[in-house]
């Protein structure tokens, strides 16, 4: 008897644990929990983890921190009207899957009105898909 394998489902449940994984890393580093996280498996890959800080130029508004598989990590502020976001700052290159203490100390930055740390617009640091490269590259933060 012959079985067919499929190495892609493969491939997506372990870029799927990586990312968690990495997440479960950041929100630890940000002492809040994996329970603040959502996660969007389409290309790009995306999560979005919301967090219970606000800046005083939004009152009102909830921040949150955005990974994407494109752009790495971001900060952003709700609108008013909802579900939409407005990016703040791109924490920026070169790693698409930075260290956590890494994130930590962009979002310290951000928080802190340091304009020093992160850039105003998105940077291309990778193309969507190729998660084998995400999973290796998941696994080099140590996870």
Known sequence: MTSLIDFDVDMEHNFSQGLRGYLSAVTSAL??????????????????????????????????????????WSVAVETHRGGDLVVLSYLGGPEVVPAPRQVTKFLAA???????VGRPDAPDLREPGNHRELVDLFAGVGL
């Open 31 to 72: 002492g809040i929990g994996l329970e603040s996280c959502t996660v969007d498996l389409d290309l790009p890959a995306s999560a979005y983890v919301a967090l219970d800080m606000r800046l005083d130029r939004f009152p009102g508004r909830d921040l949150a921190l955005i990974w994407n598989e494109r752009h790495g």
């Open 110 to 116: 951000v928080l802190a009105e340091d304009h020093t």
